[in-house]
């Protein structure tokens, strides 16, 4: 057997390869982080249900300040028996899944991790930090900003006639908006898993951007409850931000890149 020399280097840190799974398993893991994922979410729940009351207040603040800026009765209706009892449990829901959050990423990254190098599989933190935060930002941005600049609107837009807002169709209104906006802030983390799976690359989204401005304009104004263009640039503004972030995030986290990276840290 003939011995290694100078000549012929042995090199002694094989380069690291990716851990396989079968498609069966991968349909466990996925039913496992969901299961994981329902159960918290039903906790959360719980847990926002003893401060339903004070979170139905606050969520009715953004239509109780329009109509009061406008001399209207401030108190929302009801036609069903109940439609309270139901506005409480979607309320207690949509909090729950707030709450739950953090551990419901979590488990979306456990989800991914065995398709990362052992270098990026450190980055669960930045990852649960940026997912969170976005999602709490998305929420905040549309509880804060744009539902009430739409509630204004509408019901100025409307003084002539007297309203009757009845809680199942304000909740929905509400729930589409919030929820919504915390999903459209989630935009980077989306491209990140697909740039992941090597389907969309930085060069690509790059040279769409026209295109997909587009389309944000479209989705927005599909989004907003009013017809004005100044909330559709509200609802657009944050949409084109996230996409251009969304660029750096796929050139960083595409296969091509990830490979590129590991081999210098092989060479190196």
Not at 59 to 76: C, F, S, T, W, Y
Not at 162 to 170: A, G, K
Not at 225 to 245: E, G, H, K, Q, R
């Amino acid at each position: 057997m003939p011995e290694a020399t100078a000549s012929s280097p042995v090199n002694d840190s094989p380069k690291e390869e990716m851990p396989t799974m079968g498609f069966l398993d991968h349909l466990e893991e996925l039913r496992r982080r969901i299961i994981y994922s329902i159960v918290a979410v039903a906790v959360g729940c719980l847990l926002c249900w003893t401060y339903v009351v004070r979170l139905v207040d606050l969520m009715q603040r953004p239509i109780v300040d329009a109509l009061r800026a406008n001399g209207l009765p401030e108190k929302l209706v009801y036609l069903n028996p109940v439609d309270p009892f139901n506005l409480y449990l979607k309320v207690a829901g949509v909090a729950g899944l707030f709450v739950a959050s953090p551990f419901v990423l979590y488990q979306l990254w456990l989800f991914v991790a065995p398709g990362l190098y052992r270098n990026e599989k450190r980055y669960v933190l930045p990852f649960m930090v940026s997912t969170v935060s976005l999602f709490l930002a998305g929420g905040f941005f549309g509880y804060r900003l744009v539902y009430p600049q739409a509630l204004r609107f509408l019901i100025d837009f409307s003084k002539q006639f007297t309203p009757m807002i009845t809680i199942e169709e304000y909740s929905q209104l509400f729930l589409t908006i919030i929820v919504g906006m915390g999903v459209i802030f989630e935009m980077p983390i989306l491209v990140f898993f697909l740039a992941l799976m090597g389907i969309v690359n930085a060069g690509w989204m790059w040279r769409n951007l026209r295109y997909s401005i587009l389309v944000i304009f479209v989705i927005a104004a599909i989004l907003t409850p009013t017809t004005d263009i100044l909330n559709m640039c509200i609802f657009a503004a944050p949409m084109v931000a996230l996409y251009v972030l969304s660029i750096a995030i796929a050139w960083l986290v595409h296969p091509k890149q990830r490979k590129k990276r590991a081999e210098k840290k092989d060479k190196d």
